[in-house]
């Protein structure tokens, strides 16, 4: 079985060509859109995927996570950026606009990779839970990029040994 056989690359809206530029040397059948990425977590256990990689923006980070009410504050709090930028990001009406927040504050870096690091931690949970075992088989790595421009924002994950 070769590398490509056993890793799976899920893409976000946007964020393909990002992907494959991250990831040339796999073959294309490795690469699918990101759809029901929580399902997917299970489903690569099933199939005998070592490497899970998700290439995605904010908005599929967060469903990640169950679209959990007050994450993006969170991490905003947990980056020491004080309660008066989480109230803003709390009250931002788009993900763009908590992009712009964390960038003018200096910190987008630090805060997009605690969102990966945040869903490759769900992606494992999920990926142990649907084999059953206290670790997850599956290693994953997450990559955060802003759909419009395909710029890596963070990433964070493990690699398949």
Known sequence: MTAGDRTLVLYGEGA?????????????????????????????????VAQLVL????????????????????ITLDMDLGVGLAGEVSRAATFQEVRALWEAA??????????????????????????GAPRSPVAVQVVLVDPEDDRVIGMYGRTAR
Request: proline share 5%; glycine share 14%; net charge positive.
């Open 16 to 48: 393909r060509e990002a992907a494959r530029r991250m990831l040339p040397k796999l073959p294309d059948a490795c690469f699918v859109p990101a759809g029901a990425v929580r399902e997917a977590a299970g489903k690569a256990v099933k199939d005998g």
């Open 55 to 74: 290439v995605a923006g904010m908005a599929e980070q967060v469903a990640v996570l169950g679209g959990a009410a007050g994450l993006l504050e969170s």
């Open 106 to 131: 200096g910190r987008l870096g630090p805060c997009g990779r605690e969102l990966c690091r945040r869903a490759a931690g769900e992606l494992e949970r999920l990926a142990a839970e649907a084999a």
